[in-house]
């Protein structure tokens, strides 16, 4: 049975999806971007600063699933500029201790709203 997970942490889902599913034991958290979700709007500042709100939107879900960073296997980042990597992993680095998840980084053409990054991520409940 699949678990829709829900969290007013982190921005709505703006189209057909859930936030996170969870099925299995396994939370599939829907892509984040640096949106606020008080304002609805994509924060100001830079590559650095959307990073840092994209992945505490993705901390938001996690914890409404009863999960933080250390439950996560694989992340995939959509980088609109693969320029920005460096900056990115150094503040990926700051929300991931070892063992590291499993990680994609790609390059995309555009993300929704103009973001600069999104990132998703896959994690498992401990029993």
Same mark, same amino acid.
């Given at each position: 049975?699949?678990? /829709?997970?829900?969290?007013? +942490?982190? /921005?709505?889902?703006?189209?057909?999806?859930?936030?996170?599913?969870?099925?299995?034991?396994?939370?599939?958290?829907?892509?984040?971007?640096?949106?606020? !979700?008080?304002?609805? &709007?994509?924060?100001?500042?830079?590559?650095?600063?959307?990073?840092?709100?994209?992945?505490?939107?993705?901390?938001?879900?996690?914890?409404?699933?009863?999960?933080?960073?250390?439950?996560?296997?694989?992340?995939?980042?959509?980088?609109?500029?693969?320029?920005?990597?460096?900056?990115?992993?150094?503040?990926?680095?700051?929300?991931?201790? /070892? /063992?590291? !998840?499993?990680? +994609?980084?790609?390059? &995309?053409?555009?993300? !929704?709203?103009?973001?600069?990054?999104?990132?998703? &991520?896959?994690?498992?409940?401990?029993?």
């Amino acid at each position: 049975m699949k678990n /829709p997970i829900h969290t007013k +942490s982190a /921005p709505a889902a703006i189209g057909p999806y859930s936030q996170a599913v969870e099925i299995h034991g396994a939370v599939y958290c829907s892509g984040q971007i640096g949106i606020d !979700p008080e304002t609805g &709007a994509i924060v100001k500042g830079g590559i650095e600063i959307e990073a840092r709100r994209a992945l505490q939107n993705l901390g938001e879900v996690l914890n409404a699933a009863g999960l933080d960073f250390d439950d996560v296997v694989k992340t995939t980042i959509f980088l609109a500029d693969l320029a920005d990597f460096e900056v990115v992993n150094h503040i990926y680095g700051e929300h991931f201790d /070892p /063992p590291y !998840p499993a990680r +994609s980084t790609v390059q &995309a053409a555009a993300l !929704p709203r103009k973001a600069r990054i999104e990132i998703d &991520a896959i994690a498992m409940k401990r029993h």
